[in-house]
């Protein structure tokens, strides 16, 4: 189970950190991952991930704005977003980097970000 928290309306310019409860899976040995699905976008567009390991990885649109982190102890995975814009505006999922490849993966039910002045 994915639980997704934290999105609310910003403003240009300001910052967020979101939160995803992980249960039901062997958090410390899977990699996690970030993603946004944008409105009128039926696809999740990966953001970010985390090894196990804890090394992070982003995509251009979010790096030096964004930060992916985990905390294997309360099986947690946060996104700390800064300098945020208009496009960052969508609904932000957390899961493994494989689930965009598989068409029964379990998703939860995302938490909306929405940034306007």
């Known amino acids: 189970q994915l639980v997704e928290s934290g999105g609310t309306l910003v403003q240009p310019g300001g910052s967020l950190k979101l939160s995803c409860t992980v249960s039901?899976?062997?958090?410390?040995?899977?990699?996690m991952a970030w993603y946004r699905r944008s409105a009128g976008n039926p696809q999740r567009d990966l953001l970010a991930?985390?090894?196990?390991?804890?090394?992070?990885d982003y995509v251009p649109a979010v790096t030096g704005r964004f930060i992916i982190s985990r905390d294997v102890s309360k099986n947690m995975v946060y996104l700390q977003m800064d300098n945020l814009k208009p496009e960052d505006t969508g609904l932000y999922f957390c899961?493994?980097?494989?689930?965009?490849?598989?068409?029964?993966?379990?998703w939860g039910q995302g938490t909306q970000v929405t940034v306007s002045a």
């Open positions: 039901g899976i062997n958090f410390s040995t899977r990699a």
């Open positions: 991930t985390i090894s196990r390991e804890g090394t992070p």
């Open positions: 899961n493994t980097p494989s689930a965009r490849f598989q068409p029964g993966a379990v």
